[in-house]
């Protein structure tokens, strides 16, 4: 409901916005604090980017969107080799997309069964960046829609890198046998945290077993849900990239980016990139809800079996500055850059 009179306040202080809601409504759940944020942030600034505040694997280098589109390219030749619907959720500057579409334009059978290219994007703001970026594919069905329910397919082929981290989350502490949500409260009309007991039926005593402090996504379940719909009983395939757990590290994992550098959520609502760490471990068991199967693998382990490093060689040979594309490998593949701590779902597909 608060989303609905959000355009009426950018050009006033969002924060001032927040306050008022929780004045005139009380506290407000991690998980519509993320929502207000988002929406506000994704719809007025550049976020991706070596400039921006944070940076992304396809941002990096060309190679993470070749690597994936081989991947895609490759399970298509063997599964399906018909008319297919690519889908990217959340495109950002579009830069990955460009990248597979230029990759598929060498193979022309898998290019010239691509029935539509479906966006899904909720930002006019990164909309009109994706079309810009994506213009040497006019001669492609690119589509642009904001509720993946709405694109209408066959033989789905659909990927989503750096999306499920933005979703919001609720966030959920086990104290003196009860269990308490947390919130965004005020003091002295300043932003504070704050806790209420659970009202919630997403969760109770028993997902405490092991912990205080549980993280929990209904929005994360939802899109594993809509992706479960287009590629059930082998209609297509999803592969899902970002950073994320196995199993729960017990503490917050909400994070604010601006500038590259992590930042006070509180003071920069609207004016950062707030993130959560992912739970695979729950993506991959809603999956298992919706008799699907999946693979879980470390980024480094996804790209290397997929030959980013014979990709890096070719690109050195064809004069590419070696420093440059070894540095861009270290980010994407190396232990203490992206390549544990981000993780890569691909659902398996009966062959």
């Not at 719809?43 to 190679?63: R, V």
């Not at 959520?265 to 695979?280: Q, W």
């Not at 070696?322 to 190396?334: G, H």
Request: contains cysteine.
């Amino acid at each position: 409901m608060y989303l609905k009179n959000l355009t009426l306040q950018m050009k006033n202080n969002i924060q001032d916005y927040i306050i008022n809601i929780i004045k005139n409504h009380g506290p407000l759940t991690i998980d519509i604090i993320i929502q207000i944020s988002s929406n506000y942030y994704y719809s007025n600034f550049d976020s991706i980017g070596e400039k921006s505040d944070f940076i992304t694997a396809p941002e990096i280098s060309q190679m993470f969107g070749e690597i994936v589109a081989i991947y895609l390219i490759d399970i298509w030749y063997r599964k399906f080799n018909k008319p297919l619907t690519l889908v990217e959720l959340g495109p950002g500057n579009g830069t990955m997309m460009h990248d597979i579409l230029r990759t598929a334009k060498q193979f022309k059978n898998f290019y010239s069964n691509i029935k539509e290219v479906a966006l899904i994007e909720t930002s006019p703001y990164l909309v009109n960046k994706q079309k810009s970026r994506l213009k040497d594919f006019n001669n492609l069905n690119i589509t642009w829609y904001t509720n993946i329910d709405d694109v209408k397919g066959d033989n789905y082929l659909i990927i989503a890198n750096e999306f499920f981290d933005a979703l919001p989350i609720k966030q959920f502490y086990y104290k003196d046998n009860k269990i308490f949500e947390v919130v965004i409260s005020l003091s002295d009309n300043k932003l504070i945290y704050g806790l209420i007991e659970n009202s919630s039926n997403l969760i109770t005593n028993s997902h405490f077993k092991n912990s205080q402090f549980i993280e929990i996504s209904d929005y994360r379940k939802k899109y594993t849900d809509h992706i479960s719909k287009k590629i059930s009983n082998d209609k297509g395939i999803a592969l899902i990239i970002d950073y994320g757990y196995l199993k729960n590290p017990n503490k917050s994992t909400l994070q604010a980016v601006k500038n590259h550098k992590k930042v006070n959520l509180l003071d920069n609502i609207g004016y950062a990139d707030i993130t959560s760490l992912v739970n695979f471990t729950d993506i991959k068991n809603d999956f298992i809800k919706n008799n699907i199967s999946s693979n879980i693998l470390d980024q480094s382990e996804f790209l290397t079996k997929n030959c980013i490093i014979e990709r890096a060689e070719s690109l050195i040979k064809s004069r590419a500055s070696r420093e440059k594309i070894n540095f861009q490998l270290n980010k994407l593949i190396a232990n203490d850059e992206m390549g544990t701590l981000f993780k890569v779902l691909t659902t398996s597909p009966t062959f």
